[in-house]
């Protein structure tokens, strides 16, 4: 088998948008004004046998009529067009084809499948490759390609790979990620998959330099002996992140009803997931958390872990959450003890690991001394932070935002820093916002952000067991 | 033994605070200007040997020298001092005290200990009834008082109960639970318990009509036996919601070092949920969404459930999530699936339960008719529907908010919101202003919403649980 040029896909020079329209509230539209607005940079054909002009440039009545190659066509059509549209650019010789139209086998009926089969037919035997139907496409930010719904894409590539059958999970998760300053290296919303499917999306990942973890989400696979090889080899060079859905009986119906995908047993897949190392997840919220945690953490991490919080009760629940997952929060040599006492206030704080310092950390002045203590005891491989971001004080928290990543930029040891929410209040904004600033500030230098410790651990434990499993492969 | 007489703890006429000062970044200091910028109304003296006045206020040199009847003593002094305080207070026969002060036997020095056993024989010996010591105190919103540190308490009292062992956990749950619009009756942080413990305020609760629903974090128990038979008791009435800290080896570790606990091996507390009915939970979240669930939705609910979204990948995670709790999600009869079809767009959505909408069900006109359609199927039990909040269509969306609870009222049948955060990032406030907004206005007008679709479902599973006790229990 040849190897898949996916430069037409993710970098094509030219792209004509099969149902363009001038009204943006239209698919057709949106999917034109998306990539017209956002600066693609290569030559755009807006193709609409009605229309003479989309926004000031000439329409096509069909692909054959533009005098120029196209690298791709968008197809946005009504479902029962699509057929004569894929053929016209089998005709023109268009090379690749994203068809975002919905109404294919996931309908069940009769016609839809028909129309599917044709198209994925006639892709075959022009060598012509479709990432579709019933999907968003692609998002190829450093070609500024994306037409998944909502503004604000940015342009910035990075090392986050996501492939889905869902486009509401795509255009979701790559939002959400944004915030938190993940940047993609491409998304991929790839529907029902009757061309290309989830084993080449996961090849081209395997094979990307720039991609160092991809995110998933799979309701079905069309070849899963092949699926089962790619993903087992993928797995070993970067972690894949993947949510299946349809594992449950009602789950496999609705499966079926979305992408005409077949489930398959909760057996097979837990197979699936202990044989290739994949970690599973579920829900965008997860997918996104490991997805920072590989990200900013290190391949091997020690197991000896201190927390560090102002409040008891926060210690109390690190440690039964680190518990099962088999990490120890050991103590504190005495010199490292009295380094640390000789920094706190004489009651209301408890020293030790876990190191309770009483009032949030981030009113004491000693932080980033306490903080280089604990990171500089050999007991210790990583260590937890637990802070608010205060109402009142918002200085001292700007200075943990500084004080951590370059504590952690000095001694190498890993930071995991857990900041909560401190009100769901919409009167409080500006707390949320500053929230939202310090963690993507954190994050962008190598510290992982999670929203709750519980989250913090749950991905914790899953990036030990992938690391397990990738050195067990290794030896 | 005399019922417990919690006038002075929580509806005090005059309180003492003992350690005042005029420096409100110290603890009494904080203390005493907490209750006087909430407007607490009854009388309000400050004790502090070193100070002539706090804030314009005479200062007494010890609380025997007040003129008046003190009912209560806020004792916020450093821990060497504790003694004679509360030797103080008994003299001047201060009816209940709280002490604030950490620094007794969660510290493991023997003069903590002894500390903490001299203060609860004078306790004792006088029938002075004590909260704390190494804890945040009482917030009793309809006396505005609160010495819980962090700006805003509201004086509005409502349906939830809160007593913990930790005053972190306290004060924290009772500001996110602010935010969503839950209101409480009391809300207690009891620290170490040696005086008045987890009993008596659980038996406060049991007893209090105002409250409907109990929220716990607890790491050990005084008296195993008695806890036991309040809880079982309190649980058939009304649900308690309980973080129990410390279930692991490390974590019981950290509970010694807290609040000086027995943690309890794992299957002890096993056996406690499920012979008594309390619904456990880990983290402040979970207690809080089960809080909001518990609240808002009736005493028996049946088990069969429509979901409504915009999006397929929604609808599978909502079977895959819903079938492992035994929620069934039935086909419609061919008259709803008709009714529903005439409004929908003719490709793009699978008309069936789940229902896919295709489109953000906020951008459809037909949005009303369409959730009446499925409320009214006699199929239905409850409907669980997600939406976003859309950055490009906020009038939609406020719609959403009206539409949802006005229906609910007509029909009698629960809903529940699903509502995510469309993104994370730090330049998008008002998107995440206008979701809080909503989600308030639900949650006041009975309609439960939770962040992710897993949080919704997990409350759901618990709650039916929870009910099943009862019933199992009344019968």
């Known amino acids: 088998m040849n190897p898949i040029d996916f430069q037409p896909i993710f970098d094509p020079r030219s792209i004509a948008i099969v149902g363009a329209s001038n009204d943006p509230t239209k698919f057709g539209g949106r999917t034109y004004f998306a990539l017209k607005d956002r600066d693609y940079d290569g030559k755009l054909y807006a193709v609409n046998p009605k229309a003479t002009d989309i926004d000031g440039e000439k329409a ?40 975002l139209t919905a109404g294919f086998s996931e309908t069940g009926s009769a016609e839809g499948v028909l129309w599917e089969n ?20 692609i998002y190829s930010p450093e070609n500024a390609l ?24 795509t255009s979701f998760t790559v939002r959400k990620a944004m915030g938190l300053g993940i940047r993609f290296s491409k998304a991929i919303s790839y529907g029902n998959a009757c061309d290309l499917n989830e084993c080449d999306y996961l090849g081209y990942f395997e094979a990307d330099e720039q991609t160092k973890v991809v ?72 997918v996104i958390d490991l997805m920072v945690g590989f990200l900013c953490l290190p391949d091997f991490m020690g197991r000896r872990v201190s927390v560090v919080s102002g409040g008891g009760a926060i210690t109390v629940a690190a440690s039964d959450a680190l518990d099962p997952i088999g990490l120890s929060i050991p103590p504190f040599s005495e010199e490292t003890r009295q380094a640390i006492s000789a920094l706190l206030p004489p009651s209301g704080n408890s020293v030790g690991n876990p190191l309770d310092t009483g009032p949030p950390i981030f009113l004491l002045p000693t932080v980033k001394p306490i903080l280089e203590a604990v990171a500089d005891s050999d007991a210790i491989d990583a260590v937890i932070v637990q802070h608010e971001v205060s109402a009142y004080m918002p200085a001292f928290v700007e200075e943990m935002a500084e004080v951590i990543p370059s504590i952690h930029d000095e001694c190498g040891k890993p930071f995991i820093v857990t900041l909560p929410e401190p009100t769901l209040s919409s009167d409080t904004m500006d707390i949320e916002e500053t929230r939202r600033r310090y963690r993507e500030s954190y994050i962008r230098r190598g510290v992982p952000v999670f929203d709750t410790l519980e989250r913090a651990v749950s991905v914790l434990g899953k990036i030990i067991r992938y690391n397990e499993f990738v050195s067990a492969r290794k030896q």
């Not at 067009?81 to 053929?87: C, T």
């Not at 044709?118 to 496409?137: E, H, L």
């Not at 909502?150 to 790979?161: H, M, R, T, V």
């Open 146 to 169: 994306t037409v998944l719904p909502g503004p604000d894409f940015p342009k910035e590539s990075g090392p986050a790979g996501l492939m889905s059958q869902s486009g509401g999970f």
């Open 215 to 286: 995110g998933a989400y799979v309701e079905g696979v069309r070849d899963g002996r092949r699926f089962v090889e790619v993903a087992g080899k993928t797995s070993r060079k970067k972690p894949i992140i993947m949510w299946k859905g349809g594992l449950t009986g009602l789950g496999s119906r609705a499966v079926a009803s979305h992408t005409a995908s077949l489930g398959g047993s909760r057996q097979v897949w837990e197979g699936f997931f202990r044989q290739t190392g994949v970690v599973p997840a579920v829900g965008i919220d997860e």
């Open 60 to 99: 096509y009545a069909s692909v054959q009529e533009i005098p120029e190659d196209v690298d791709m066509a968008i197809v946005a059509v009504a479902a029962p067009f699509v057929v004569q549209a894929i053929a016209d650019c089998a005709a023109k010789r268009v090379r690749a084809v994203q068809i």
């Open 118 to 137: 044709q198209i994925a037919d006639i892709a075959r035997d022009n060598g012509m490759r479709m990432v579709g139907p019933n999907c968003f496409g």
